[in-house]
C-alpha cells in the first residue's frame, strides 16, 4: 500500500494562493490517477481535481476550473497550486491515489492524512 504525506495548506487570505503537495511512498506508476479532494466543515467529501499520471490528462471540478492547477512536481510528488482563493474553499483537502478516472472518493484506495486550508474574508 502506498503512503501519501502532504506538505503545504494553512491560512491565507482571500484571493491569495497555496500550494499543496503529496509525496508518495514510492514511484507513481503511469497508469495511476492522483486527485486532490476536500471536505469542508459539515460537509462531505467532494472532488477537486485529478491527474491521470502517465499521460498528464487532468479534470477539474467546476468550483476550481480556472483557479487550481493539478500537476507532477516529480516522480513521486503531485502539487495543487491554488490561486485565486476564497472563503468557500476553506475545508481539510486530502491527495489521493487509484486507477480510475474518477471524481468517487470510494474509488480510490490510498489517501493522505489530509491538510487543513483556511480562506479568511
Given at each position: 500500500q502506498v503512503q501519501l504525506v502532504h506538505t503545504g495548506g494553512g491560512l491565507v487570505q482571500?484571493?491569495?494562493?497555496l500550494t499543496l503537495s503529496c509525496s508518495a511512498s514510492g514511484r507513481?506508476?503511469?497508469?495511476?490517477?492522483?486527485?486532490?479532494?476536500?471536505?469542508?466543515?459539515?460537509k462531505?467529501?467532494?472532488?477537486?481535481?485529478?491527474?491521470?499520471?502517465g499521460v498528464g490528462r487532468t479534470l477539474y471540478a467546476d468550483s476550481v476550473k480556472g483557479r487550481f492547477t493539478i500537476s507532477k512536481f516529480n516522480v513521486?510528488?503531485?502539487?495543487?497550486?491554488?490561486n485565486?482563493?476564497?472563503?468557500?474553499?476553506?475545508?481539510?483537502?486530502?491527495?489521493?491515489?487509484?486507477?480510475?478516472f474518477t471524481t468517487?472518493?470510494?474509488?480510490?484506495?490510498?489517501?493522505g492524512q489530509g491538510t487543513q486550508v483556511t480562506v479568511s474574508s
Amino acid at each position: 500500500q502506498v503512503q501519501l504525506v502532504h506538505t503545504g495548506g494553512g491560512l491565507v487570505q482571500a484571493e491569495g494562493s497555496l500550494t499543496l503537495s503529496c509525496s508518495a511512498s514510492g514511484r507513481i506508476f503511469s497508469s495511476a490517477v492522483m486527485a486532490w479532494f476536500r471536505q469542508p466543515p459539515g460537509k462531505e467529501r467532494e472532488f477537486v481535481a485529478l491527474i491521470r499520471w502517465g499521460v498528464g490528462r487532468t479534470l477539474y471540478a467546476d468550483s476550481v476550473k480556472g483557479r487550481f492547477t493539478i500537476s507532477k512536481f516529480n516522480v513521486t510528488t503531485a502539487a495543487l497550486q491554488m490561486n485565486s482563493l476564497k472563503p468557500e474553499d476553506t475545508a481539510v483537502y486530502y491527495c489521493a491515489r487509484g486507477v480510475d478516472f474518477t471524481t468517487i472518493p470510494s474509488d480510490y484506495r490510498d489517501w493522505g492524512q489530509g491538510t487543513q486550508v483556511t480562506v479568511s474574508s
